[in-house]
């Protein structure tokens, strides 16, 4: 069964602090992976598209890696303003697109 | 705003009693999802309508149901509400039947009482 399991469920994190979030999944036959950002009361925001093992993506604070079994997501001197729930997905050879829980980040000032 | 508009915002109801949730879609996209979201379960995936019809199913249960219409949008039926059912319902839309990209609206805020 294709699962996305992500790490740590919480962060808490002092500003300029770095610190990296884990996802790692099973899929059959990986077609992406995703990494978006939700705040509290609003939909999920789409940060990064991932589509092979050493790929890297990069957004202000924010770089994203991939290797076959794990994605991380680097966090680079964070400020309270990245405090939010970032969330990981894969698609699936299906085109089914499977969430994690998510990691919940709190950058204090 | 995502483009992506999703009514009510909140919805409080009883036990046993039907709702609907409705999804207008990013202009220009064709293809609408579904994604229930709790605590417990995180995000996960109902049912995916393209161009008015369906094709992906999710953990759906036989108790909710969704449709997609001609002018695009969606509505996703719930009925013979459980407690369990409270969640936010989100719906998310994307330009081709297997875009990567979803835009997701702001929610619908189910509560069962």
């Known amino acids: 069964e294709d699962q996305v399991t992500q790490s740590p469920e919480a962060l808490r994190l002092q500003e300029g602090e770095s610190s990296s979030l884990n996802c790692s999944y099973t899929v059959s036959g990986l077609r992406g992976l995703f990494w978006y950002r939700q705040d509290p009361g609003k939909g999920p925001e789409f940060l990064f598209t991932l589509y092979s093992a050493g790929e890297e993506k990069e957004k202000e604070r924010l770089k994203a890696t991939l290797t076959k079994k794990e994605s991380f997501l680097h966090i680079t001197a964070p400020k309270p303003e990245d405090s939010a729930t970032y969330l990981c997905a894969v698609m699936n050879r299906d085109d089914k697109i499977i969430f994690g829980k998510g990691t919940r980040l709190h950058i204090l000032p | 705003d995502s483009g992506v508009t999703q009514t009510p915002k909140h919805l409080i109801t009883a036990t046993g009693q039907r709702v609907t949730l409705r999804c207008s879609p990013r202009s220009g996209d064709l293809s609408v999802y579904w994604y229930q979201q709790s605590l417990d379960q995180g995000l996960q995936f109902l049912i995916q309508y393209y161009n008015g019809e369906e094709r992906a199913k999710g953990n759906i249960l036989e108790r909710f149901s969704a449709q997609q219409f001609p002018d695009l949008h969606s509505e996703l039926n719930l009925s013979s509400l459980e407690l369990g059912d409270s969640a936010l319902y989100f719906c998310?839309?994307?330009?081709?039947?297997?875009?990567?990209?979803?835009?997701f609206g702001a929610g619908s805020r189910l509560t069962v009482l």
């Open positions: 998310a839309s994307s330009v081709a039947l297997s875009s990567n990209v979803l835009t």
